[in-house]
């Protein structure tokens, strides 16, 4: 089974700040781990996405996240904030490369970016 | 652009109405997923199409939801007996199998009154 955790409902950053939204964990097999971000009224849009290659994925929009089994962590960065960061960003876990079935997404319940200018 | 495109956006119903939306997916992506998003959570999952094969459905897809994907192509889920509890926004995704990366469309937004 797979399951997230977002620590933090709420990250509130000065604009040109660091971003960091922290994600872990848990799949009994091995993953695959997704970001994605949720501007209001608006679907999902993937930023990036780790699926076993190199532990250190860089996304769009400046976004990196580093995969970390020993932690169990898939947290995301960004050196700089923008205004146009303001949103609502997920971590998802599915099954990776021996995913079976419908391998769909296991979401956390999301981070909510406020960047004050 | 042709991304994954979701009919209607937003939906206002009586409780007790029979709803009906609309995903129409990335061409010649095989799978098509549901997932339904209450306020403040994350997407949970409901189905899982592979072509016209619906090969899952959540727990919490009750016997008052049903989903089709004809042909393959676009899907329809539809809530019959609506209730307030139904309330929320439905997301449709479709993927290629690659990695398994899903592209969401832009939902539809439920209300219940």
């Known amino acids: 089974a797979q399951s997230v955790t977002q620590l933090g409902s709420h990250v509130s950053v000065s604009e040109g700040a660091l971003v960091l939204l922290r994600c872990n964990y848990s799949?009994?097999?091995?993953?695959?781990l997704f970001w994605y971000v949720q501007y209001p009224n608006q679907g999902l849009q993937l930023l990036l996405k780790?699926?076993?290659?190199?532990?250190l994925v860089k996304g769009i929009n400046g976004f990196e996240a580093e995969f970390k089994k020993s932690e169990t962590s898939f947290h995301l960065t960004k050196p700089s904030a923008h205004m146009s960061d303001a949103a609502e960003y997920f971590c998802?876990?599915?099954?990776?490369?021996?995913?079976?079935?419908?391998?769909?997404?296991?979401f956390g319940t999301g981070t909510r970016l406020t960047v004050i200018p | 652009d042709t991304g994954v495109s979701q009919n209607p956006r937003h939906k206002i119903t009586k409780r007790g109405q029979n709803v009906t939306f609309r995903c129409d997916p990335i061409?010649?992506?095989?799978?098509l997923y549901w997932y339904r998003q209450t306020l403040g959570q994350g997407p949970e999952f409901l189905t899982y199409?592979?072509?016209?094969?619906?090969?899952?459905k959540s727990r919490l897809l009750s016997d008052r939801f049903s989903a089709e994907r004809p042909k393959g192509s676009f899907s329809t889920l539809e809530i019959q007996r609506t209730e307030q509890g139904d309330s929320a926004m439905y997301l449709c995704?479709?993927?290629?199998?690659?990695?398994?990366?899903?592209?969401f469309g832009p939902g539809t937004r439920l209300t219940v009154l």
């Open positions: 199409f592979q072509n016209e094969a619906q090969l899952e």
């Open positions: 799949s009994s097999v091995p993953p695959y």
């Open positions: 995704a479709s993927s290629p199998r690659t990695y398994n990366e899903q592209f």
């Open positions: 998802a876990v599915s099954e990776g490369p021996y995913q079976t079935g419908a391998n769909n997404l296991f």
């Open positions: 061409s010649e992506h095989n799978r």
């Open positions: 780790y699926t076993s290659a190199a532990t």
